[in-house]
């Protein structure tokens, strides 16, 4: 399942900046642009709350400091500070509070993201870089550039497919439950929405796979779920007619 993650900014480029680079990872974003926002989200978010929070301090109607003892009166959820104010005291003062970490700005996506694998493995939790490139015989996949192409030819997504797509290549090589496909691409309430996968799985193999019938990159595992061919084995093999059609 994608991990759930809180960013509260109330500054709309970085916002949106940081939410598409994370949810590029496939993380669960959810934003807030203000304290009240942060804490009416906080308190609504039911049996699914956040799994990490990236913090503001100065927002407009309040400090990102009173969100932190918020979050810290109920949990132990990771925190991760992200401000301009570059003074050692304050940096100080905030960790002491709680904090995971203190990112001063500018800094880079993939530092934020670092950062985030760093406090979620200090919690016994170990979450790898997603892949964002895949290359198997025809099939290339940038999920960064949202760009898919077979022999060397563009191939034109719906926007499901791509992120049905994208939801494989995060997890290349390895089988992913087709509850786990269908809480990530279409929302937890149709992971019992089996034909969904049935359809777009196969559209996506009539555009990708030289033989629909007989797949060589976008395989099926009988009764669990999906998974795209192992870019390092080039010799994966073709599913059988009967295999792929029960997909």
């Keep these: ?37 942060a804490q009416a989200l906080w308190r609504h978010a039911g049996e ?5 929070v990236i913090l503001d301090l100065g ?5 990102g400091e009173d969100f932190l003892a918020q979050v810290r009166r109920q949990g132990q959820v990771p925190v991760l500070i992200v ?18 970490d203190y990112l001063v700005k500018p800094f880079s996506v993939g530092e934020l993201l670092a950062r985030m694998r760093v406090a979620w493995r200090h919690r016994g939790t170990t979450v790898n870089p997603a892949a964002l490139h ?23 997504l719906t926007p499901t497919e791509f992120g049905l797509l994208a939801r494989l290549v995060r997890s290349a090589g390895q089988v992913v439950t087709h509850r786990q496909l269908l809480a990530d ?26 033989q629909p019938s007989a797949p060589r990159w976008l395989l099926t595992e009988p009764g669990v779920g999906y998974r795209l061919a ?10 059988p007619a009967e295999d792929a059609a029960a997909g």
Excluded: N
Excluded at 143 to 154: C, F, K, Q
Excluded at 230 to 239: I, L, N, R, V
């Design 48 to 52: 699914a709350p956040p799994e990490l």
């Design 83 to 100: 401000s301009a104010r570059q003074a050692d005291a304050h940096k100080i003062r905030l960790l002491d509070a709680g904090a995971d």
């Design 185 to 210: 691409v279409w929302g937890p309430e149709a992971v019992e929405q089996t034909q969904y996968l049935r359809l777009y799985m196969g559209q996506l193999r009539a555009k990708l796979e030289a």
């Design 230 to 239: 192992d870019p390092a084995d080039p010799a994966d093999p073709a599913e």
């Design 1 to 37: 399942m994608s991990r759930r993650v809180l960013l509260v900014e109330d500054d709309r480029e970085l916002r949106s900046t940081w939410q598409a680079a994370l949810a590029l990872e496939g993380f669960a974003v959810r934003t807030a642009a203000s304290l009240a926002e």
């Design 134 to 156: 895949y290359r198997h015989g025809e099939v290339c996949i940038d999920l960064t550039e949202r760009r898919v192409t077979r022999a060397g030819e563009p191939v034109r």
């Design 59 to 63: 927002l407009p109607d309040g400090e």
